[in-house]
C-alpha cells in the first residue's frame, strides 16, 4: 500500500457518475484502514518453515530452466 493520497480518503467522483450510492468519505477512510490492517496482519502472519514446495518440470532448484 502506497501514500499517495493528498489529504484524506474521498469517494472518487466516477462511482457517483456511474450511479454508485450509499458511498462516504468517511466509509472510504474506514475501508483504507481495513485494508492497511489486513496487510500489516499478512506481513505478521509467520510463513510455514520446512514445507516443500514442489518445482515444476524443466526448472532447477534454482530457478532456471534446466540445459536440455
Known sequence: ???FLYGP??????WTAFGVT???D???AERADE?????LKR?????PVGRRQSIPAG?????FKKPI
Open 1 to 3: 500500500m502506497a501514500d
Open 26 to 28: 468517511a466509509l472510504m
Open 9 to 14: 480518503p474521498a469517494v472518487y467522483p466516477g
Open 22 to 24: 450509499g458511498l462516504t
Open 35 to 39: 485494508y492497511m490492517n489486513s496487510l
Open 43 to 47: 506481513l505478521e502472519t509467520p510463513s
Open 59 to 63: 526448472i532447477s532448484k534454482n530457478g
